[in-house]
Nanobody
């Protein structure tokens, strides 16, 4: 059994910063790309940023230059540093990762439970 647990959400004023964390735990053999998605009220879930095990990254245009994704492979943890936050960044943020478990090896697409980020004055 594997799981992703997010933390770090909350209420922040426009222009402020937050740092989200997501830790993978359980019977893990390997974790490849790890990503952050978000879903605002009434909107579809969208990719915010992703990072591969080698460190290459990909960002949504709306967050480029403001958000930074990073990871600690030894801890199977991914972070999202969010700066210059805007009201339109308000959403539930979900961590996601494809995980291969220890034998018997199983490929799982795992999602965290989500953490709410609210940007408001």
């Amino acid at each position: 059994q594997v799981q992703l647990v997010e933390s770090g959400g909350g209420l922040v004023q426009p222009g402020g910063s937050l740092r989200l964390s997501c830790a993978a735990s359980g019977s893990i053999f390997s974790v490849n790309a790890m990503g952050w998605h978000r879903q605002a009220p009434g909107k579809q879930r969208e990719l915010v940023a992703e990072i591969r095990s080698g460190g290459s990254t990909n960002y949504a245009d709306s967050v480029k230059g403001r958000f930074t994704i990073s990871r600690d492979n030894a801890k199977n943890t991914v972070y999202l540093q969010m700066n210059s936050l805007k009201p339109e960044d308000t959403a539930v943020y979900y961590c996601n990762a494809p995980i291969v478990t220890l034998p018997p090896s199983t490929y799982l697409e795992v999602w965290g439970q989500g953490t709410l980020v609210t940007v408001s004055s």
